[in-house]
């Protein structure tokens, strides 16, 4: 609780009938029941009789861990004043069944104060109670706010710089779960606000996430329980935060317990989990995005002098594609060292890569059948048939885009786990027949 809470000059009169008091609660809280984690109260007497004045206070409600309720004696010299300060930490508190309803916000304490001589004299006291915190507290609390918190989530997949910035999903969602963990069955509402969902690259951009109305201030309250907030294309930008493909997502929000002050309970152990899922269906617009590998190419020594023994070789692809993908292939035949021998994918354009086309799709983004590109033959010359014979790898490039990608908006389509792609590829050598005994 903030602040402080006091009563000051309160006169006690010596000799006589114990006086009750009531502290306020700082912020107007009612408490039914607590556990201090910390608290202090400041007790300050004044005597300015000439009796050394015996004072005892007695708090009923609030009890040590051994069940003892808490006392004050404080003895205070003629014409002199003193003061204390008693640390609340680890005591517990309940509120007095017979305590007046109107006084259900205060601690009660009851003072009474005695001389030695029997006359009756007059003390003022004055009471302070600060810095209180609680472990555990049941009751009605103000609206109090946590401040902002943070919580961090890993996002990215394997390789996704492959696709950032090249790539436009659709039909995407993320699921926000938000569990409060309590072992009590009354727990304060909890109003998470200003709730900022941001996208995070280790480069250091960033995402944010925005509703319907273009604000990235979102908002969960959450009662005693569960609560489930899915963001979709309909209320947020969902398709582009995900398509943005970050390596983390930050949740940042200002925690604000009992928001519309209700009787309940919270304890310091208390907690809110998050959990964030994200789906997207099978629909993208890829821009382009280069996929590189390489595959070790065998031939025995026999089939080496075969080759050399040519005079003119060629390799013909045929390539059949039922992904809504078109592409360029590129192949580079390398030696055992890796290095470049030369480029077999060479087009009669000029070019070093083979496109090949897409399967064509409907208005829905579903293939509706496949492509078959027409047959490329690439001849090789004698230098290409002898650096053919020292081959060990090919190095394969594949270069990917959807049609219509740069367009505004691109066309969307839907890339299945049974799509398909059949490549044939076979070659011919021409040898010169020399007749037996020439």
């Given amino acids: 609780l903030n602040g402080t809470s006091s009563v000051t000059d309160v006169p006690v009169l010596t000799d006589s009938q114990q006086v009750t008091l009531y502290i306020p609660f700082p912020d107007g809280a009612e408490i039914d029941s607590a556990v201090f984690l910390q608290g202090f109260i400041d007790l300050s007497v004044d005597n300015p009789s000439g009796d050394e004045v015996s004072l005892n206070i007695v708090f009923p409600g609030v009890k040590d861990a051994s069940g003892s309720q808490l006392y004050i004696t404080l003895n205070v010299q003629p014409f002199s004043s003193k003061a204390v300060t008693y640390d609340l930490s680890n005591n517990n508190y309940h509120v007095l069944d017979n305590q007046p309803p109107e006084y ?30 609680f472990s555990y507290v049941s009751g009605l609390l103000p609206p109090t706010s946590l401040g902002e918190r943070e919580n961090r989530f890993r996002f990215a997949p394997e390789n996704t710089s492959d696709y950032r910035d090249k790539a436009i999903l659709r039909e995407a969602d993320m699921i926000l ?19 900022n969902i941001i996208g995070l690259r280790d480069d250091g951009t960033q995402f944010l996430l925005r509703d319907s109305t273009g604000s990235e201030n979102m908002s969960i309250y959450i009662d005693g329980g569960n609560v489930r907030r899915i963001f979709n294309e309909n209320n947020s ?67 080496k002098d075969a080759i050399q023994d040519g005079n003119a070789a060629s390799v013909t692809i045929e390539l059949e594609n039922a992904v809504p ?22 087009n009669s354009n000029g070019t070093d890569t083979l496109f090949f086309e897409g399967a064509p799709v409907g208005s829905d983004g579903e293939v509706t059948g496949s492509f078959i590109n027409p047959p490329v033959k690439v001849a090789l010359n004698s230098s290409e048939i002898e650096m053919l014979t020292r081959a060990k790898f090919a190095v394969v490039s594949v270069t990917v885009r ?34 037996e005994g020439n």
Avoid: C
């Fill in 237 to 303: 930008n969902i398709t582009d935060f995900i398509s943005f493909l970050p390596d983390t997502i930050l949740l940042q929000a200002e925690y604000i317990i009992n928001p519309a002050n209700e009787r309940g309970s919270v304890a310091i152990t208390d907690s809110i989990k998050f959990e964030v899922t994200f789906k997207t269906k099978s629909f993208i617009a890829l821009k382009k995005s280069t996929m590189v590998d390489s595959t070790e190419i065998t031939l025995t020594q026999e089939q």
């Fill in 177 to 195: 779960d938000a569990e409060f963990i309590t072992p009590y069955s009354d727990p304060f509402p909890v109003d998470v606000t200003n709730l």
């Fill in 325 to 346: 993908l078109a592409g360029w292939l590129k192949i580079d035949l390398v030696d055992e060292n890796h290095n470049r021998l030369f480029t077999i994918s060479k």
């Fill in 402 to 435: 959807t049609s219509d990608a740069f367009k505004n908006p691109p066309t969307i389509v839907a890339v299945r786990p049974n799509a398909w792609v059949k490549i044939r590829a076979y070659g011919s050598i021409n040898y010169t027949v020399k007749p």
């Fill in 104 to 133: 259900r916000n205060s601690f009660q304490l009851n003072a009474s104060a005695s001389t030695l001589s029997g006359v009756q004299q007059l003390i003022y006291v004055d009471l302070t109670t600060r810095d209180i915190m």
